[in-house]
């Protein structure tokens, strides 16, 4: 029988002799388990073995060691209900259905040439009373020059659909040869119908690294600059969000002088870059 069990003899012989510690620790795991279900039940099922630790010592007086109660929650099959990833966002990363591009830029934003770089992203305004707006915007590499933006109440794909049919009219649809468009690998600009917009406007796609936010910086810099300038928090209602939205890269495009584009505007210094 050990033979064909794939155990020693002296093994087998250990297992019997201690079969009526097993016994005794069976009937120890039935008594302490009933402070565990307790705590575990009074708690709705909320806790893990860290937290009934505490709640044994702090509200019982009792102590036990963590990793014995995490044994006999296992053992008497008690689950704690924790936030569970998104079993969509797991999809999408699973499947092919959204396509990453390959980093075209490699930091080299600024290329001397108008509209030659196109850096893109989104960011959160939140205003009111914990109401929340989202600002897409389009910058242009070399210029630093805010070409288009559009800003929403919602993260569904048709802020950045408006954000490009926007940069469309704003270039006149007379894209630089060899424009490109930069972001990161958010969902965005992963899907399908965004990556073939942006090939039926003559754009060639790239994205930063994963997890690397200085593979797009100066769009970046821009949010944190915009959030420095614009006084948005205080208004209740995204009409008057919107103004400020408007108002602030109006200001920035136009009357904004910085020190890196020759002490220009990023307006002025477009006309500079085009004129040489």
């Not at 490699?106 to 707006?133: C, H, M, S, W």
């Not at 800003?151 to 954000?163: A, F, N, P, Q, R």
């Not at 209740?236 to 890196?260: A, S």
Request: charged share 30%; glycine share 6%; proline share 3%.
């Amino acid at each position: 029988m050990c033979e064909l069990a794939g155990v020693s003899r002296s093994g087998y012989y250990d297992w019997l002799k201690a079969a009526p510690l097993r016994v005794k620790r069976d009937e120890q795991d039935e008594l302490d388990i009933v402070l565990i279900k307790e705590i575990f039940n009074n708690n709705r099922g909320k806790v893990g073995a860290l937290q009934i630790k505490l709640f044994m010592e702090n509200d019982y007086s009792s102590v036990m060691n963590h990793k014995k109660i995490r044994r006999l929650m296992v053992k008497y099959n008690l689950v704690t209900k924790i936030r569970r990833a998104n079993p969509y966002r797991k999809m999408a990363k699973a499947t092919k259905e959204h396509r990453t591009c390959p980093n075209l830029l490699n930091r080299e934003f600024n290329q001397r040439e108008p509209g030659k770089v196109l850096l893109t992203d989104i960011t959160y305004l939140y205003y009111g009373k914990g109401q929340k707006a989202y600002l897409s915007c389009i910058k242009d590499g070399a210029t630093k020059e805010i070409v288009a933006y559009h800003l929403s109440t919602s993260l569904e794909m048709d802020i950045v659909y408006k954000t490009l049919k926007k940069l469309k009219l704003a270039v006149g649809n007379q894209f630089h040869p060899e424009a490109i468009l930069h972001s990161d690998q958010g969902f965005h600009y992963t899907y399908p119908l965004f990556q073939s917009k942006v090939k039926k406007l003559g754009l060639r796609q790239s994205m930063s690294r994963k997890g690397n936010c200085w593979d797009n910086a100066p769009m970046e810099s821009f949010f944190g600059t915009f959030k420095d300038l614009a006084e948005y928090k205080s208004f209740d209602n995204l009409r008057d969000v919107t103004k400020e939205v408007d108002r602030v890269i109006y200001e920035y495009n136009h009357n904004r002088y910085q020190w890196g584009l020759n002490k220009m505007t990023p307006e002025e210094f477009r006309g500079h870059l085009i004129a040489v």
